[in-house]
């Protein structure tokens, strides 16, 4: 798919209980290419990075925001990027094999920052063609509080939804908002 197209399913409306806001600034600088020297981690590294393993033919971003909370609360987010649909299943069997044989690594960006993060599976919203949850915290977040990645294939297109930990165990996106998504999706790929 195209940006034209992934636009379109960002432009698609609100979904359950989040209103989405499309962004036209690009979501990554081009030199924010990030590596690490872990290989089994290097597919969730890949997902911050602007020039990941995998390359990706499109991305569009959106602010995700819980209804009801006050403007200046934090926002999520909702990635979209399109690859070959080949591309994104190897991209995805790696993902989820990270999620299990990488628990630190240390990022590295050419932007300048160096961070250690731990990962940890979160079980995975029943969405998509196949999806993937995991908590990324960084050393340095503040109380320990990380973000919630859950990345959702709907063929050769990744949704990749980032929300902030909050209290409580850590829950994957839930399954109506990526399954909405999924369909807008299906129906701008025309199948």
């Known amino acids: 798919m195209t940006e034209s197209d992934l636009t ?3 432009s698609g409306g609100d979904v359950p209980g989040f209103a989405v806001t499309p962004q036209t600034m690009p979501l990554l600088e081009a030199a924010d290419v990030v590596t690490t020297k872990t290989a089994a981690c290097r597919p969730v590294a890949d997902v911050m990075s602007v020039r990941p393993l995998h390359p990706r ?55 300048g920052w160096t961070h ?19 908590l990324l915290v960084n050393a340095l977040a503040p109380g320990g509080q990380g973000n919630i ?23 994957a996106m839930p399954t109506d908002v990526a399954n909405q998504v999924h369909e807008r999706v299906r129906a701008a790929a025309g199948s």
Do not use: I
Request: proline residues 5%.
């Open 8 to 10: 379109k399913v960002l």
């Open 57 to 111: 033919k499109a991305m569009v971003w959106a602010l995700m925001k819980p209804e009801g909370l006050p403007d200046n609360a934090s926002s999520g987010s909702l990635t979209l990027t399109s690859h070959e649909e080949g591309t994104a299943r190897t991209w995805m069997a790696e993902l989820k094999r990270a999620t299990t044989d990488c628990t630190r690594f240390t990022a590295v960006s050419q932007v």
């Open 116 to 134: 250690r993060f731990s990962v940890r599976p979160v079980p995975a919203a029943e969405a998509g063609d196949e999806s993937v949850s995991y």
């Open 149 to 171: 990645m859950t990345v959702v294939r709907t063929g050769g297109v990744f949704a990749t939804y980032l929300a902030n930990q909050g209290s409580g165990e850590p829950a």
